[in-house]
């Protein structure tokens, strides 16, 4: 056992010995207590010097982000008030369809919006035309959808 696994076993015979006097247990209990506490620590430092490689979990998966979540923002902006949740929402909806579309035309507002690192509660109006923004961005073509695909002519015909 390494060092620090002996400080840390006579760390909790000394605290089973203090906890014994405090509580003014008999003999037996105490020397029971601070048993305990000598074989958790020697426990503690075998468990330790024992090298396991350990099992890693994956990363969840980055959940995608798309018409449908824009569709029930939309949904939950309808009420009257639309609250500082949706804001934050359209605010990262907004950043995640500029970063994948950068093609796309956006009006100054948009980018305005999109450049906030915390965006400031906004009106009911101002959110609308944000979402519709949003969905014409992520419901327009992209350039390599818009272009026709590349034909074969080159072959000479004998």
Known sequence: MK????????????????????????PRHAVVLVGAAFAAGIAD????????????LTPLPVPVRGLAEIQALEFSLSSAD?????????HGLAADAARARPDVPRSPSFDAFVAQSQPAPLDHRTLRSLADELERIVLSPRATDAAPPPSNNSQETR
Not at 9 to 24: E, P, R
Not at 45 to 56: I, M, Q, S, T
Not at 82 to 88: D, S, Y
């Open 3 to 26: 060092r620090s696994a002996w400080a840390v076993t006579a760390v909790l015979v000394v605290l089973a010995g203090v906890s014994a006097w405090f509580f003014g247990l008999d």
């Open 45 to 56: 430092g075998l468990l330790e010097a024992v090298d396991v490689p350990r099992a890693r």
């Open 82 to 90: 639309p609250g500082m949740r949706a804001v934050l929402e359209v």
